[in-house]
Nanobody, 116 residues
């Protein structure tokens, strides 16, 4: 079983930055792609960024040029550096890991709030 634990985030003013971390534990050898999604109240869950096991990133359109995803394969940890934040970025951010044929796993989520 794989478990994801998120850390970082919180409250920041518009224009500021936050950094999220997500560490995998358990049967981590099955982890391939890792990434971040977010869900704001009343909105559908949307992709923020994902990164393959080889380090290839993919970003959602709304965060391109502002957010950077990276990973440390030795630690099975994925990071999300979020810059130039706006109130529209306020959401619960959820870590996700692909497990190949075993499906995927989600973290518990971390609330990030950007004040105007």
């Amino acid at each position: 079983q794989v478990r994801l634990v998120e850390s970082g985030g919180g409250l920041v003013q518009a224009g500021g930055s936050l950094r999220l971390s997500c560490a995998g534990s358990g049967s981590i050898a099955s982890i391939n792609a890792m990434g971040w999604y977010r869900q704001a109240p009343g909105k559908q869950r949307e992709l923020v960024a994902i990164i393959s096991s080889s380090g290839m990133p993919h970003y959602g359109d709304s965060v391109k040029g502002r957010f950077t995803i990276s990973r440390d394969n030795a630690k099975y940890t994925v990071y999300l550096q979020m810059n130039t934040l706006s109130p529209g970025d306020t959401a619960v951010y959820l870590c996700n890991a692909g497990l190949g044929h075993r499906g995927q796993v989600w973290g518990q989520g971390t609330q990030d709030t950007v004040s105007s």
